[in-house]
Nanobody
Framework: QVQLVESGGGLVQAGGSLRLSCAAS??????????MEWYRQAPGKQRELVAA???????NYADSVKGRFTISRDNAKNTGYLQMNSLKPEDTAVYYCRVITFGKSYWGQGTQVTVSS
């Protein structure tokens, strides 16, 4: 079993920055071999993929966040990050991290990000 704990959300003004963290733990779980993703879900909308990073460090982003968000990972700390810059009100959502390992996926509990105009 894998446990994920997100942190770093909060209230920020438009144009500001936040860094989300996703700390992973679990027995017989190797974070460095896992794919890590960040999703978000705004009220009344479907959950959408924001960014992903493979075990090899390849990254991918939704068009809406390219150039503003950066996904990264620290395998030594079993932690993934989402650096969010130039935030916009439309970035307001609950952000979730997900890891995929050996065909199984696990979700965190989510962290609220609110961007005021």
């Amino acid at each position: 079993q894998v446990q994920l704990v997100e942190s770093g959300g909060g209230l920020v003004q438009a144009g500001g920055s936040l860094r989300l963290s996703c700390a992973a733990s679990g027995s017989r779980f190797s974070f460095r071999l896992a794919v890590m993703e960040w999703y978000r879900q705004a009220p009344g909308k479907q959950r959408e993929l924001v960014a992903a990073i493979t075990s090899g460090g390849t990254t991918n982003y939704a068009d809406s966040v390219k150039g503003r968000f950066t996904i990264s990972r620290d395998n030594a700390k079993n932690t993934g990050y989402l650096q969010m810059n130039s935030l916009k009100p439309e970035d307001t959502a609950v952000y979730y991290c997900r890891v995929i390992t050996f065909g199984k996926s696990y979700w965190g509990q989510g962290t609220q990000v609110t961007v005021s105009s």
